[in-house]
């Protein structure tokens, strides 16, 4: 089934995902799977980082397959978030869409030194 037409939908559900990132840069943070007959909207992507002493970089990338397994773009590349601030990514001027089959990955240089929110809509 392909993504649907924005124009006429039938429901738009708010949502709201989050974790911690680890040194895997290829982790699967959101991903639209094949066949969902849904597109998803990013309106936010927040990055914080945990650690209270030292800065981190942060890796977060828009991925051609929902698993991560595709062709990788850059949303962020080796970002250094400083220790105990707080990076918003991606917000509703630089939002965009998540199609069907897509997936946003990333990772951090620390293991649990960073936290990402990402704020969605799921639209069908």
């Not at 001027?93 to 997936?103: A, G, I, P």
Request: aromatic share 6%.
């Amino acid at each position: 089934m392909a993504a649907p037409n924005i124009v006429d939908v039938s429901t738009i559900t708010g949502k709201t995902t989050g974790g911690a990132l680890d040194t895997t840069l290829t982790t699967v943070l959101l991903a639209n799977a094949a066949a969902s007959g849904k597109v998803f909207k990013i309106n936010s992507i927040i990055i914080s980082n945990v650690d209270g002493s030292n800065a981190v970089d942060v890796t977060i990338d828009y991925n051609t397959a929902a698993a991560g397994s595709g062709t990788s773009y850059a949303i962020a590349s080796t970002i250094s978030i400083p220790a105990d601030a707080t990076l918003a990514l991606i917000d509703k001027n630089t939002s965009f869409y998540l199609e069907e089959d897509k997936s946003i990955i990333g990772g951090a240089a620390v293991n649990g030194d960073a936290e990402y929110i990402i704020s969605y809509e799921e639209i069908s």
